[in-house]
């Protein structure tokens, strides 16, 4: 029996994408050959590629709009240097929410000048800052929608006449949001789209090209746009998977459909973290993340216990991020209602031994 996967990423998958993957790797498109082994330029490849990019554009409700899909290798951190690279000429804003979004501040600096316009870091991150400005005069905003690591999630974003870019690494396309307000949005593709090894970038075309540095070649957006994603050998595994998660989300519902089943995951969870005297939250309530709900045990003693409990039930991934300790439960696209209501037993369970 599969385990209840809460890891943070690499991401559960669903497991009619994990089948069809696993058939692909021995017999892709039934012509006898692995899709680990076929040539990157096949037509059976470019198919995938391009529905790849197509889906994502569809699930977004940004099709025809001037965007461009891109499936590139180096993950969200090769990004936060890419961002910088193509759109940074004199001056970026950025918010900082956690570990990445402070990584991608230090990458930015290197391009220009970078202002901070607010920042949780002086209480370890455990909320959203709100209330901040952002200039007029700044070539784009950069902020991180979801902290992976401490369990924040901004519910709502700024409303600015500046290029809006965001990293959505943990939480792409688990809620509806007007994603017209972006201009560049990119995601690690193993927190909830796929395995590790490609990131997906949206990207306005028309925000390009404004920079005067040399640009090299494989950091460039618009080389990747001009190329279909094929400038050099893509992740052809991780890419395919996505397309399979994708089209299961596609045909669930789409976003809409799944937001409300993650809404769901998250109302289930929290509300036993906040009833039960032997757990307790780590974040600002209303920044509280639906991808990654982060708590710890009141009693410290009972550690063990917990965890062996856990083990038990087959719940995996439970550990909190090395950096802050606790617990964290990711819920993730495909993780199934059913796998939330067994941690929640647990947790009650505990309580009653006490």
Request: net charge negative; hydrophobic share 40%.
């Amino acid at each position: 029996m599969k385990k209840h996967n809460f890891s943070a990423g690499p991401c559960i998958l669903p497991e009619d994408v994990l089948k069809k993957a696993s058939e692909a790797v021995l017999n892709f498109n039934g012509d006898n050959l692995s899709l680990l082994e076929i040539s990157h330029r096949s037509k059976p490849f470019l198919d995938v590629m391009e529905k790849a990019r197509s889906l994502a554009l569809e699930l977004l409700g940004l099709e025809n709009k001037g965007y461009k899909a891109l499936f590139l290798q180096g993950g969200a951190s090769l990004e936060f240097l890419m961002v910088a690279y193509n759109l940074l000429d004199k001056k970026a804003a950025y918010l900082n929410t956690g570990t990445w979004a402070d990584n991608a501040i230090k990458e930015a600096k290197a391009f220009g000048e970078v202002l901070v316009v607010g920042s949780s870091k002086d209480k370890g991150f455990n909320y959203v800052p709100k209330g901040y400005a952002i200039p007029e005069d700044v070539d784009y905003f950069h902020c991180t929608s979801n902290n992976t690591i401490v369990g924040t999630q901004m519910k709502t974003f700024p409303k600015t006449n500046v290029s809006l870019v965001c990293d959505m690494s943990s939480d792409i396309f688990s809620r509806q949001l007007d994603f017209e307000k972006f201009d560049l949005i990119y995601a690690g593709a193993q927190k909830n789209m796929g395995p590790a090894g490609t990131t997906l970038i949206i990207v306005k075309e028309e925000i390009l090209g404004k920079v005067e540095r040399h640009i090299p070649t494989m950091l460039d957006y618009q080389v990747h746009i001009d190329k279909d994603s094929m400038a050099n050998t893509p992740s052809v595994f991780a890419v395919y998977v996505s397309m399979l998660t994708m089209q299961w989300l596609k045909d669930l519902g789409g976003i809409p459909f799944i937001e409300e089943v993650n809404n769901k995951k998250a109302a289930l969870l929290y509300t036993e973290i906040d009833r039960n005297s032997l757990f307790k939250g780590v974040v600002a309530k209303e920044d509280r993340s639906t991808m990654n709900a982060t708590f710890v045990l009141t009693d410290e003693s009972l550690t063990a216990t917990f965890d062996k409990m856990c083990k038990q039930a087959g719940i995996n991934g439970l550990d909190g991020h090395r950096s802050v300790g606790g617990y964290r439960a990711s819920m993730y696209n495909a993780l199934p209602l059913y796998s939330v209501q067994v941690l929640v037993d647990v947790m009650q369970e505990l309580e009653r031994t006490i």
